[in-house]
């Protein structure tokens, strides 16, 4: 499945920020979903997931409360809806698609987009 991630852009800290991800093929709804962020001359981070059966959502610990992930299998798209943004959140963003049904490891996404830029300013 091809992905391709967009809405990123640059925001002032405290401000909200709706990331998209879209996907190729029908069958977007049998894959797992996930956004990481990497920060400059940081690892990539798991940010949020949302899974393939039953829709359910899970999230990195610092953005727990303040993200939301969703999808809409019929339009083949993924968000996430980010408030409340701080400006150690400045990274690029990706979504990634995984065959299994729920995790935070890097290494089971299979499929990445190209990554969106968010740039929180203080």
């Known amino acids: 499945v091809q992905l391709q991630a967009s809405g990123g852009g640059l925001v002032q800290a405290g401000d909200s920020l709706r990331l998209s991800c879209a996907a190729s093929e029908q069958t977007f709804g049998s894959y797992s979903v996930g956004w990481f962020r990497q920060a400059p001359e940081r690892e990539r981070e798991f940010v949020a997931g949302?899974?393939?059966?039953?829709?359910?959502?899970f999230y990195g610990d610092s953005v727990q409360g303040r993200f939301t992930i969703s999808r809409d299998n019929a339009q083949n798209m993924v968000y996430l809806q980010m408030n409340s943004l701080k400006p150690e959140e400045t990274a690029v963003y990706y979504c990634?698609?995984?065959?299994?049904?729920?995790?935070?490891?890097?290494?089971?996404?299979?499929?990445w987009g190209q990554g969106t830029q968010v740039t929180v300013s203080s």
């Open positions: 990634a698609a995984s065959n299994w049904r729920s995790t935070r490891r890097e290494t089971d996404y299979s499929s």
């Open positions: 949302v899974t393939r059966d039953d829709d359910r959502t």
